[in-house]
């Protein structure tokens, strides 16, 4: 707050130093883009910096208005609801914790919409990101081996240390490298038929994605995350139908030998992700219940709470401080292996349920501005991609389209709208689908 205070007395005084400004915060977007799967801390200091510099810039340039993007709407509403529950919250402090950080990511998006104000700057950090993730996927690969993942309940974590977040941002990387560097988007009808050259523009880049595409499958195995797969399969199905329905088929035809594969040779991946749908396979036996009923149980006791406070909510963050405290609307019960009896538990104290969670915390409201920035996230990708001439906003929209559909996976099972690493990546995505949608139209576009 005192950087702040110092940058933006500053900024009023010397309005010359507002390209210093302007770069300062591109640096800040540099370095989130660069540690945001490597080092948490550093990259949440680059978002720090990134929203700090670029209020500067704003103040610097006279302009007190924010970037003008196709998610601004939903966005503000959200935001207002999420500061609005501080009124009413059942816990200050919890909803000062996790709606501080909501805003401060709905902030940063702003600032990366603001300032990677061209083709150039959004290439630099799509560039940054892909070097980080390829980075993260290869350690985990290693840590998985290492830690004997396929054939034990260990999960790797990769280098931020987060079994639950780890697989989703490899994830993320896997649509990026799909999107932005193996596929080539060219409008339907502007060439014949497909040719090897047309999907993959370089063999030896071709040969080295590829290669990390296969690790990061493996990673997602073994951080043995229903989640990720909820998310990263759909989006491959959606990004090869884009390209073409042949390469939509040889997909399916892939992910499916794949999977068997792994069912094949990893019994515990295999009862993880079958007890989506037979709740007993799967027993957690360092937490004395089945995994998947606990999840179904914390689930129900979000919509009560919903149900007890329709348009308010508890208030954001407080869903915890509210489960603890009343047990009545506590309903999570779980299987103890040993005993095969029901037992009270405290497995955890949140959703694990984005959308729940929402509906428990900040109400109706809130959760009808989120679907709305949902569905914008979705819908106005497919526009700029089916009628844009542009190759490279082709690419950006397809990008976020896959991205979208992977964090709407997340957010029924690891991910919140205050996750630092899942949450702000995905507004990251959509920041630069923002910047790349207010671009001038290039040369040949129509």
């Excluded at 010359?16 to 990259?43: C, H, M, N, Y």
């Excluded at 290439?123 to 998985?144: K, P, R």
């Excluded at 428990?360 to 009808?368: D, K, L, R, V, W």
């Excluded at 976020?400 to 709407?408: E, K, N, P, V, W």
Aim: net charge positive; aromatic share 18%.
């Amino acid at each position: 707050m005192l950087s702040a205070s110092v940058l933006i007395a500053l900024a009023v005084k010397k309005p010359e130093l507002s390209g210093f400004f302007e770069k300062a915060g591109l640096f800040g977007i540099f370095l989130f883009a660069l540690f945001i799967p490597l080092e948490d801390g550093f990259a949440v200091f680059g978002m720090t910096a990134a929203i700090i510099f670029f209020s500067a810039y704003k103040i610097a340039e006279r302009d007190i208005y924010i970037p003008k993007t196709v998610f601004n709407a939903p966005l503000l509403i959200y935001a207002a609801i999420v500061l609005a529950s501080f009124i009413w919250t059942y816990s200050f402090k919890d909803s000062l914790n996790e709606g501080g950080e909501i805003v401060y990511f709905i902030l940063f998006f702003f600032a990366a919409a603001g300032l990677l104000n061209t083709r150039k700057r959004i290439n630099l950090m799509v560039y940054t990101f892909t070097l980080a993730i390829c980075i993260a996927i290869i350690y985990g690969f290693f840590q998985g081996i290492f830690i004997n993942a396929l054939h034990s309940q260990n999960r790797l974590t990769g280098l931020i240390g987060n079994w639950v977040g780890f697989p989703v941002q490899v994830s993320y990387g896997l649509i990026v490298i799909i999107a932005y560097y193996l596929l080539n988007f060219k409008k339907r009808g502007e060439s014949g038929a497909i040719s090897l050259a047309g999907i993959i523009p370089n063999a030896a880049s071709a040969v080295f994605f590829g290669f990390i595409l296969l690790l990061g499958f493996f990673d997602i195995a073994f951080a043995k995350a229903r989640s990720a797969w909820l998310g990263i399969i759909p989006a491959i199905f959606v990004l090869m139908y884009l390209k073409s329905k042949k390469l939509f088929f040889a997909a399916l035809i892939l992910l499916f030998v794949l999977n068997i594969g792994i069912f094949s040779v990893s019994k515990t991946f295999k009862n993880r992700i079958f007890s989506m749908f037979n709740p007993k396979i799967y027993r957690l036996e360092l937490k004395n219940h089945g995994d998947i009923e606990s999840h179904i149980a914390l689930i129900e006791s979000a919509w009560t709470v919903f149900k007890r406070f329709p348009l308010t909510g508890v208030g954001v963050g407080a869903f915890s401080k509210y489960f603890d405290e009343h047990k009545d609307v506590r309903f999570p019960w779980y299987y103890n292996p040993k005993t095969g009896k029901k037992l009270y538990d405290l497995y955890d104290n949140w959703p694990e349920n984005g959308y729940m969670q929402t509906l428990a915390e900040t109400g109706i409201f809130s959760f009808m501005a989120l679907m709305w920035l949902f569905f914008l996230a979705l819908q106005k990708p497919f526009k700029l991609f089916k009628y844009s001439g542009d190759k490279f906003k082709r690419k950006i929209a397809a990008m976020t389209i896959g991205a979208s559909i992977i964090f709407y996976g997340s957010f029924a099972g690891v991910s919140n709208m205050s996750n630092d690493e899942l949450t702000n990546l995905w507004l990251f995505f959509l920041a630069l689908f923002a910047a790349a949608n207010s671009l001038p139209l290039a040369s040949g576009e129509k």
